[in-house]
């Protein structure tokens, strides 16, 4: 059996599917970049039925052709079958995706099918995918909470229909990794024909055990993991993609695997994906949250500076974080600027480096020393601003300890001529945040105010992450400034902005979102 495992990533399908994270074209654009560069072996770009949206986006990547294999999700039905293929035969490489579910739960209370009826339809399915692709993957939906000997059933009609890769899912994030390991085995011993496809594992970590599970399927045969950056997905999430990987790196010795990931590039995917979505990385998640590499207790950095391995496992290199203390300061030069821009791994086109570095400058004369963190909130606030359609022109704010704050916006939307709201509030925030409904006409309900410091020092600037209530969706924003209570500000009109975009999406086919991504997988 090879050593190499393939990795599958599904943040622009199933982590999409996570509530507020959806994304523009654009958006999903710039991520399929970053996952070429990490050298994903797959990319999983959407589902092509879900919406007119979708299906764009879904081509649009296909059609630049990064590199990976790219792969659209179907349900078992000649016309989602065909939206896939006609998304993704652009890519060079590329992948239809089938799933049925097949547990009794499933069956019974979603599908209302019988076992035959749901063999019949996933056979069908992959044999009319086979006749467009060589290429074809099917997924059992519910597979940890399905009857073992149907589960083998199922497969092996898959298999003899054709399909070339075949994955487990753990839908419901409900196995453990014993368990899941058995399962693996039982289908290595009673499927004919397993060894010749490759079997792959799709896990959701609604216990926390989704990259436990996924190794214990690895070992157990599996040479394809399904995850996503930052483990974004359905409720608790996906398997996380860096956790994985880094897992089978770190202990090569123990797994005798490895994977085609360029290790230096997950810190960087994983900044532009939580700056996409507004989903913010804990600080202490493995890998990639701020303390994951930060020693506070005297005796580890004792340990440390005699030698890294007594506390590090990993070394921050490895993963990108290659975080230098003082970076920039005021007379650094555009080029200075382009060069960390990119060391930390983000790819703007011409435009967005000008305003960034537009920013920058700006930020340099309110701040002597410019930080990691501080280029990274800068891009972040470059990115969301330029997809707009709303931008903030100026914030006004008045305080005082007898009165209620007062906050005046300017806004600049699609008509030339700006946009001027006034508004009170209790407190500076709650009077931005009413101003700035007001000009766009964009009710929310504030449900979380998180601020932090993106680097150090007391002219630091504070990065405010909120969600908000919109009808029934809850949707996420960033924003970030010396000043917090414009952080604040200019995270609520991310937030808006994110809105009004889907919105404008949703206009194409007004259920299909809903009905699809989120109500039927
Ligand atoms: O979790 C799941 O079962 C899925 C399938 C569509 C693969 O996302
Ligand atoms: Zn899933």
Not at 311 to 317: A, D, F, L, Q, V
Request: hydrophobic share 40%.
């Amino acid at each position: 059996m090879s050593d190499r495992v393939r990795i599958f990533d599904t943040t622009l399908r199933d982590g999409e599917q996570a509530p507020g994270c959806s994304m523009t074209l654009r958006e999903k654009l710039r991520i399929a970049k970053a996952l070429a560069e990490l050298k994903v072996d797959i990319i999983e770009a959407g589902f092509p039925a879900a919406s007119p949206g979708d299906f764009d986006a879904v081509k649009a990547i296909a059609d630049e052709d990064f590199g990976p294999v790219i792969c659209g999700l179907a349900r078992c039905n000649p016309a989602d079958i065909e939206k896939v293929h006609a998304a993704v035969k652009g890519a060079a490489r590329h992948r239809i995706h089938v799933f049925v579910a097949t547990s009794a739960i499933h069956r019974e209370h979603k599908l209302r099918m019988a076992k035959e009826e749901i063999i019949k339809s996933a056979v069908g399915a992959i044999k009319m995918a086979r006749e467009l692709c060589g290429d074809v993957e099917f997924s059992p939906e519910d597979a940890s909470r399905t009857e073992l000997s149907y589960l083998a059933e199922v497969v092996s009609a898959a298999i003899e229909a054709g399909a070339t890769t075949v994955n487990i899912p753990d839908t419901v994030g409900y196995t453990v990794p014993a368990e899941f390991d058995e399962l693996f085995r039982y289908l290595k011993a009673h499927v004919v024909g397993i060894d010749d496809v490759t079997l792959s594992v799709h896990c959701h970590d609604d216990l926390g055990m989704a990259v436990a599970n996924s190794l214990s399927a690895v070992r157990a045969g599996a040479r394809q993991i399904e995850c996503t950056i930052n483990g974004i997905g359905e409720r608790a999430g996906n398997c996380s993609l860096e956790e994985v990987v880094m897992a089978i790196k770190t202990r090569a010795e123990f797994f005798g695997l490895e994977t085609g990931i360029d290790s230096t590039r997950l810190y960087p995917a994983s900044r532009l994906v939580s700056s996409i979505t507004g989903m913010q990385v804990p600080r202490n998640k493995a890998i990639v949250g701020e303390n994951a590499f930060a020693h506070e207790a005297g005796i580890h950095q004792h340990g440390m500076l005699q030698h890294r391995s007594t506390y590090e496992i990993m070394r921050p290199e490895d993963v990108g974080l290659s975080r230098s203390s003082l970076v920039l300061g005021k007379h650094s030069g555009r080029h200075a600027f382009r060069d960390r821009v990119k060391e930390l791994g983000f790819v703007l086109d011409e435009f967005e480096i000008n305003r960034a570095f537009q920013e920058f400058k700006k930020l340099a004369d309110k701040k002597k020393d410019l930080y990691d963190g501080d280029l990274e909130a800068i891009i972040m606030n470059v990115d969301s601003a330029s997809v707009g359609p709303w931008s903030l022109q100026k914030l006004e704010v008045q305080t005082s300890s007898d009165r209620p704050a007062r906050a005046t916006v300017v806004l600049l939307g699609t008509d030339p001529e700006p946009v001027t709201a006034s508004a009170t509030g209790d407190g500076p925030v709650a009077a931005a945040f009413a101003a700035l409904e007001q000009a766009t006409q964009v009710e929310i309900t504030l449900k979380s105010f998180d601020l932090h410091s993106a680097s150090i020092g007391e002219d630091a600037q504070g990065e405010v992450a909120i969600t908000v209530q919109h009808g029934a969706d809850l949707y996420r924003g960033n924003g970030a400034s010396v000043d917090i209570v414009e952080a604040g500000a200019r995270a609520c009109l991310d937030v808006i902005n994110r809105i009004v975009r889907r919105r404008e999406r949703s206009g194409d086919d007004p259920d299909s979102t809903e009905k699809f991504s989120r109500a039927s997988i």
